[in-house]
């Protein structure tokens, strides 16, 4: 009981000295661009889907883990950032990256209409309604086949790397993709941090609280909703680039449920936590296909069991479990130079 | 107007499956105050489970039986393992994400045990299509729907004219009351959740000959349940029943009548009355006022 | 004799300390009453005492320690009739007494039914209607007839005149007194109507910021200055 307990504990997140997060950002990007050049296409698409999983997971992690709303729909923003690509840039012929803002401003305007209405509504009926909105999904696709091409999808060509680099298509998209997470994590660790952060903790935590601190909830659960859509919508356009293909099946229960899966087992509250769990999710079914098709599915639900009742801070918490030590042991780490 | 009549008829079938797993929805809703994400995936688990003794060679109904049996136990030991230690302190989004948890579970530890392919299952009641009018209805919707009458009925003697039942109204009316006086809430809300999953089982039993026993084969009705739970209020057994046929029929209908909406679009529907329901009168058709909190 | 013994009983919400120091002994077949203002500690006396709230101290009911055992306190005649009266608005009254009664034989119950049917007639010609649509007297009534029915041998009773008329509240606590001298049922009552309850009662406590005071015979009370000042408004 008291392990349960310590795991339970809230932890603050690590605090390590400047030169020392430097390191770390600069460890992880060179290995960042440094892999794709040694690995096989695969392994790049791997990891562009790492990155397209992580964009959804950074905005739900703002409107869940910061703002408390949950969501089981962000498949459909997904799946309409997916669309927007494979049809504008696949059929239409515009140029691939133009499809990122246009799904950004769409998503934010769709998020935003149906968050309007929707989050009048918390816990459980929100996520009734937004879990409604997932599987429904795949038949809207399907009902609007004159746009989607219905069930057979629309197979993609895009995203060609300019013919000044000579990468393959694979590493292009792959560094494509890692520089628009980058931009996302950025702007969502911005966003996490400082006088719009703690309004969403303050709605999260109190909403009248909030009210008398001059926070109108309705407005930052709304706008919270809507860039989570954009960030959905963004990561559906990555998934494109990754997969190039889109179908209407896959965007229905299975997507929303990984997608949770993505922020619980990262840890709520944590923008480092929702890559985590993106890496969790796209190498948990690679790790697992041999031991049976179904492990992966099954290692996804014993991983969201096991998170909420043993380790609620996700894999975030078991870095921070081991990493506070760390950082109050050894010298340089800490927070004072 | 034959095709209408069908429509009608049609709907009553798939209205009956609806409200069968809204029913076993509700009781978990009054018992625990929260959706089971997992019920359906619970109630093909079972059917499963009969399949498995069905080929081994024991007698359908005895399968039924010993299947309704472990999933009355299955359904119970989840309460107490997975809810019962979450239900006092954790929020809706925790328990949502156990249950959608154990919804991944018993999905893909079916297709592991039993693998993805459709199963042929048997049916009770086989036999040539009986006509009701104009419009047709095979045996087995027959033995569907009156099941989901007889459930309702047997589910209100329990609650009505039973001491166990009593305690059961009692603990969700009040549960604070209920335990200062020492009543055993904790058994009650075991015994719902039991009751829910047995219900499930024997309508899988029920639906497997027409839907195709496979993992996930209830997952495309899941959406009407809620919906059905939901229009009915949360609370309410008998709400459960109405929202299931009225879901069943007004999505048949709004099938083949509406224009724009076809086969794969009916989902949409679900959707609204969803919205519709919560964002106008959360408490549904016959649940308790600020039954779900909006 | 006393019935229930409490000492140094320490209890609270989480970090919210109430209690802070409550020793009191309430004899057999005595109407105890503990006089307090609002936030005086009242409720979460009879909820430690119920086991609703973790406490320290010790609680002595007929000879056996109750804090820290896993046991409900109603499954060994303690009943809590609790503040707001926590009747089940859904069920019919006679349905609320019906379950009360679980534990007990079928055959008890029916007698036990009929019984307080009889003592509160209302009850009786109420008997198949949703308890939700009692008056707040009524209400009263079917919360202690409904503690009753599990034939305790202690009733804690949590301000029973909240809410009710001056008229209802006599008539409530003039059958609490009928109670207490037909069936020598012992009772504890918390209270900040004194008038009324010093009348019904044998003995009285004060509780003031979470300790106890000394216990007095009721009749004393009336003549003490400071209770006069303080409960009966002179």
Not at chain 1, 19 to 33: M, T
Not at chain 1, 146 to 173: C, H, K, M, N, Y
Not at chain 1, 251 to 256: N, P, T, V
Not at chain 3, 159 to 178: D, I, M, N
């Amino acid at each position: 009981m008291s392990m349960l307990a310590a795991l339970h504990r809230h932890r603050p997140r690590l605090a390590v000295s400047r030169w020392s997060s430097w390191l770390l950002v600069i460890v992880v990007l060179g290995y960042l661009l440094y892999t794709p050049l040694v690995s096989v296409p695969f392994a790049n698409t791997q990891k562009s889907l790492i990155f397209s999983y992580a964009l959804v997971g950074l905005g739900l992690n703002l409107l869940t883990g910061l703002t408390g709303q949950i969501s089981l729909g962000h498949g459909a923003f997904f799946a309409l950032g997916a669309y927007l690509c494979a049809v504008l840039v696949g059929n239409e012929g515009w140029f691939y990256l133009s499809a990122v803002p246009v799904a950004g401003v769409v998503g934010f305007a769709l998020g935003y209409l149906f968050g309007r209405p929707a989050l009048r509504l918390q816990g459980l009926a929100l996520a009734l309604v937004t879990l409604a909105l997932a599987l429904v999904t795949p038949s809207v696709i399907k009902r609007l086949d004159g746009i989607t091409q219905g069930r057979e999808g629309i197979i993609l060509d895009i995203a060609e790397p300019p013919s000044f680099v000579s990468l393959d298509q694979d590493q292009w998209i792959y560094y494509v993709n890692l520089l628009i997470l980058v931009a996302g994590f950025v702007v969502c660790e911005r966003l996490s941090r400082g006088h719009i952060g703690r309004s969403m903790i303050g709605v999260r935590d109190n909403e009248n609280v909030a009210m008398t601190l001059g926070i109108r909830p309705a407005t930052v659960k709304t706008r919270v909703f809507a860039f989570s859509a954009a960030m959905a919508a963004i990561g559906g356009v990555t998934y494109a680039y990754a997969i190039q293909f889109v179908g209407p099946e896959a965007f229905g229960l299975d997507l929303a449920i990984a997608f949770i899966t993505v922020i619980v087992v990262g840890g709520l509250t944590s923008n480092a936590g929702a890559v985590l769990g993106a890496v969790f999710i796209v190498y948990m079914p690679s790790w697992t296909q041999e031991i049976n098709q179904s492990a992966a599915g099954i290692g996804y639900g014993v991983a969201l069991v096991l998170c909420m009742l043993v380790l609620p801070a996700g894999l975030i918490g078991l870095v921070r479990i081991v990493g506070h030590p760390l950082v109050r042991r050894v010298p340089f780490l800490g927070p004072n130079r | 107007m034959t095709l209408f009549l069908q429509q009608i008829v049609d709907g009553l079938s798939s209205g009956a499956l609806y409200a069968a797993t809204a029913l076993s929805l509700v009781l978990v809703y009054r018992a625990s105050g929260f959706l089971n994400f997992a019920q359906a995936e619970m109630a093909t688990f079972g059917t499963f489970v009969v399949w498995q003794l069905w080929i081994w060679g024991v007698p359908l109904w005895a399968a039924v039986s010993l299947s309704l049996v472990l999933s009355f136990f299955g359904g119970a030991l989840m309460e107490r393992t997975l809810i019962r230690p979450l239900t006092r302190s954790a929020s809706h989004l925790t328990l949502i994400i156990v249950t959608l948890g154990v919804m991944l579970i018993l999905l893909n530890g079916a297709g592991w045990i039993f693998d993805f392919g459709v199963k042929e299952f048997p049916s009770v009641l086989g036999g040539p299509v009986v006509e009701l009018g104009p419009a047709v209805i095979s045996r087995q919707s027959l033995v569907v729907i009156c099941t989901v009458f007889l459930l309702a009925a047997a589910l209100w003697v329990l609650f009505q004219h039973t001491r166990i039942g009593l305690v059961m109204r009692a603990a969700v009316d009040n549960p604070e009351s209920a335990d200062l006086m020492g009543l055993p809430t904790g058994t009650v809300l075991t015994i719902s959740w039991g009751l829910a999953a047995a219900i499930g089982t024997l309508m899988g039993v029920l639906v497997a000959p027409q839907v195709f026993l496979a993992p996930g084969m209830l997952l495309p009705t899941l959406i009407y349940s809620f919906t059905a739970a939901i229009l009915g209020g949360l609370d309410s057994p008998q709400g459960a029943i109405v929202g299931g046929f009225i879901v069943g029929i007004s999505e048949n209908l709004a099938g083949s009548y509406l224009p724009g909406i076809g086969a794969d679009f009916k989902q949409a529907v679900a959707l609204a009355i969803i919205m519709a329901v919560l964002l106008f009168k959360s408490e549904g058709l016959f649940g308790t006022k600020g039954v779900i909190r909006v | 004799m006393a019935l229930l013994e409490v000492a140094g009983l320490h209890a609270g919400y989480g970090a919210l300390q109430v209690l802070h120091e409550v020793d009191l002994t309430v004899d057999d077949g005595d109407i105890t009453v503990i006089l307090g203002a609002n936030g005086a500690g009242k409720t979460t006396l009879l909820r430690a005492l119920s086991g609703m709230l973790p406490a320290r101290g010790s609680v002595t009911y007929d000879g056996t320690e109750l804090l820290g055992r896993r046991r409900n306190p109603a499954r060994m005649g303690i009943a809590h009739v609790p503040q707001g009266r926590g009747t089940f608005g859904t069920l019919t009254v006679e349905e609320n007494l019906r379950v009360a009664g679980y534990h007990r034989p079928a055959r008890e119950v029916e007698s036990s039914i009929r019984r307080w049917q009889e003592f509160f007639p209302r009850l009786g010609e109420r008997a198949d209607q949703p308890a939700a649509g009692l008056s707040g007297g009524e209400q009263q009534m079917l919360a202690i007839a409904r503690a009753l029915m599990s034939a305790p041998r202690l009733l804690l009773l949590d301000e029973p005149s909240l809410g009710l008329a001056p008229k209802t509240t006599r008539g409530l606590f003039e059958g609490l007194k009928r109670i207490n001298d037909e069936t020598g049922l012992t009772m504890l009552l918390v209270e900040q109507n004194a008038r009324l309850t010093l009348a019904i009662a044998d003995h009285a406590i004060v509780i003031s910021a979470g300790r106890t005071g000394e216990k007095r015979p009721a009749a004393q009370m009336w003549q003490d200055e400071t209770i006069q000042r303080a409960y009966l408004g002179d």
